[in-house]
Structure formats: C-alpha cells, structure tokens
C-alpha cells in the first residue's frame, strides 16, 4: 500500500472522530492527529480522584432530534436518560428557573428580565453590551410563557453517554485501519504525503492569518472539590451578579457521573477572550457587520482540492455535538462517493 492512499484527520473531536471511522469502515486507512494529549476534543471527560467524572471543558449534554445521529453514535455507547435543568441565582438569593419560563418572569418581573438575565451574560460572554450583539444570538434565547423547566424542551433525544464521552470515542477509534497520534500538532509539510486531508484546525491558522485573524470567545474553566455530599439545587446554576463567572456546574447531579458520599466537585466558567486564555477558541465572534464571516468565506475559497475544512473551527461556526456529527457523515460521505467516482473499478488502500 502507498503511503500516498492514506487520509489524514487533524482533530480527535467528533467531527474528526466521526469521519475516521466512517472512512476506516470503509477500507481507508486512517491517521488521526491531536495536539491535545487526550481524544474527544471539547467533549473530554475524566473520572477524579473522588470518583466524579468532570466534563474538562465545561458541561456537554447530547440532545438532538435527528435520529440518524443518534443511531450512528448508539454503535459506541449505551445512554442514560437525562433532562437538562438550569437555575439562575437571583441577587437575593432566590433560585429561579432558566430559560426564563412563566413563573420566572413573575418572579422577575417582565420588564426586569432583559437586565437580570441578558444585560449582565452579554457583558461576561461576549465582552460586549447588549446593544452591540447580533440580534441572532438573542433571538436563540427561549422565553416561555408555560412551567416548563427543562432547557432543552423539545428535542425528542436527550441522554448521556453510560460510560462518558472519552469512553466512546475509544470505542469509535478502536478499529484496525486508524491511527491514532496524541501531542501531535499538524505541520503542512507532512500533507504531501496523504490522498487527503479533513481539517479542525482554526482555517485562518492554516493560512498564517494571511488574511487576518477570525476572532472568538473562549472559558476558563475553575474545577474545585468542595468537602460537602451536594451544593446545587440543579446541575448548573447560572450567575445573574456583574462577577466574572457565567455558570458553575456540580458533576454530581447528571446520571452516572459519581456517588461520592462527602464530597463534590464543581467547575465554575468564566469567559474571555481566546488571547487570554492560551489560544483555546470556542465560539466564534458574530460582529453585526459580518466580517468576520466574510473573512471566513474568503479563506474558504483558498482551500485547496486535497483538504477538507471541518469542525467548529475549520467551519469557523458553533456546533451542538449532534451538528458536528450530523456535519461530519455528511463530509464522510462526500468524500467517500468522490472516491468511489475516482475509481470506477473498484477501490482499494
Ligand atoms: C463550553 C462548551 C460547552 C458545550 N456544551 C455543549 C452541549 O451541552 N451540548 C452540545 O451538543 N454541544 C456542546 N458544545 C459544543 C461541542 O463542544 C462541539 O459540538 C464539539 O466539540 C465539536 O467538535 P469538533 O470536532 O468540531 O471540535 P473540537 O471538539 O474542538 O475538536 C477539535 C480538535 O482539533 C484539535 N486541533 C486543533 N488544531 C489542531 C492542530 N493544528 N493540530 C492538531 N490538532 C488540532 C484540537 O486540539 C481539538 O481536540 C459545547 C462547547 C463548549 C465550548
């Protein structure tokens, strides 16, 4: 076998993830990078000294309605049924029910729910006031006028993984024709030698900034275990005061995530900049005029034929976990019906 029949993937998050195993079960041979030192990318979870399994970069919980995903995803893990809840802690100490449902907004009062709840997470999130956001990114954020307390209302799927998120990708990577490489950062000399590359690295990165940067918003994530059974009245808890966390989550409280009889750990985020916080970018900056998404289809049109940009930061958009795969077996797919054209008697490694 050539080395040239390879594919590469940079990036063990799922959408990397996704398309080295659909490929592998294909008959690609497969090496699949990360400059991390674990899989899973965002999604990483581990169990700690306590026997509490912290999600490392903040909550992750899986809820979809499309039930391809779910189906694919099903082959690696089994699920424990979950619906999320969240509470916001009022200045006075009252716990109140978000997104803001009907006995939230009496609690609240209507015309204060824009000055409790968004004017002070506009300012942490974003980094900006309320009047300079997207009208998009508002518009995402539910008001209800029922008692409905879960914050992810109607998504027929909602679960998560029984073992943890790192447990699945092991079970998605753990196949013959993939390689996997940890503490490997891509370096472009290397491309020459696969048929192909699919790429969650940051595009703008890629390449050298040329164009300039494609800014984003990142977390500080603060775990800390605290000698007490449990704190929260909910899994996460959001902040409505001017202090620089958003939201602090108690593992504790979501299925199969540890019994420790005196003990908890929680993990408090707080926004920043992706300068501050060593490059680690989450969620891509929406400015109102839209260059930046601009900028993005510009270095979209650079791509050369042999690459693949996907992913968060390779489509320089959020994903949900459901998106991101749904995303990644549309790419697999393409690729693999490209190949098949490519070789109309049949393919081999
Ligand atoms: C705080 C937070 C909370 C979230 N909560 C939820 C949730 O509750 N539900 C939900 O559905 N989704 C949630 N998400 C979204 C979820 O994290 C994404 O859908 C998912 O991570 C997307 O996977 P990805 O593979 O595209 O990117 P990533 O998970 O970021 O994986 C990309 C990988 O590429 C690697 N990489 C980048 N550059 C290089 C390079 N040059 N060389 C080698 N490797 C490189 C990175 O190290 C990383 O591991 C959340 C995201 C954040 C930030």
Redesign the pocket.
């Given at each position: 076998m050539s080395q040239s029949s390879k594919t590469l993937i940079?990036?063990?998050?799922?959408?990397?993830a996704v398309i080295a195993r659909t490929l592998a079960e294909h008959g690609r041979v497969v090496h699949i990078?990360?400059?991390?030192n674990h899989i899973g990318?965002?999604?990483h979870d581990f169990v700690n000294e306590h026997g509490i399994r912290v999600h490392q970069?903040?909550?992750?919980?899986?809820?979809t309605s499309n039930d391809k995903v779910v189906q694919w995803l099903s082959a690696f893990t089994d699920w424990l049924p979950y619906q999320h809840r969240v509470k916001a802690l009022l200045s006075d100490g009252r716990y109140v029910t978000l997104p803001v449902n009907k006995e939230t907004a009496e609690i609240v009062g209507c015309d204060r729910i824009i000055d409790v709840f968004f004017r002070p997470y506009t300012r942490k999130m974003w980094g900006v006031e309320l009047e300079q956001l997207d009208p998009a990114i508002l518009q995402r954020v539910p008001v209800r006028d029922d008692l409905n307390e879960f914050y992810f209302p109607n998504d027929t799927f909602q679960a998560m993984p029984k073992d943890g998120y790192t447990a699945m990708f092991q079970r998605m990577l753990d196949h013959p024709n993939i390689q996997l490489q940890l503490n490997?950062?891509?370096d472009k000399a290397v491309e020459g030698q696969y048929s192909h590359v699919f790429n969650?690295?940051?595009i703008d990165?890629y390449f050298d900034y040329c164009l300039g940067e494609l800014p984003y918003r990142s977390?500080k994530f603060h775990h800390h275990t605290l000698p007490m059974p449990s704190i929260l009245p909910a899994a996460t808890v959001n902040f409505t005061h001017d202090q620089p966390y958003t939201r602090v989550t108690e593992w504790k409280k979501l299925p199969g995530h540890g019994e420790h009889p005196s003990h908890t750990t929680l993990t408090f985020?707080e926004p920043c900049d992706y300068k501050d916080n060593h490059m680690e970018r989450?969620?891509p900056v929406k400015d109102l005029q839209g260059i930046n998404l601009q900028r993005y289809q510009q270095y979209r049109d650079m791509v050369p034929a042999h690459m693949t940009f996907?992913?968060?930061?390779g489509l320089y958009a959020y994903?949900?976990?459901?998106?991101?795969i749904s995303s990644a077996l549309a790419a697999a797919d393409n690729h693999l019906k490209g190949f098949a054209k490519a070789m109309p008697f049949g393919c081999c490694n």
């Open positions: 940079v990036g063990c998050g799922f959408s990397g990078i990360d400059q991390r990318g965002n999604a970069y903040g909550p992750h919980l899986f809820h490997k950062a891509f969650s690295m940051p990165q977390v985020e989450y969620y996907i992913g968060r930061c994903l949900d976990m459901h998106q991101a």
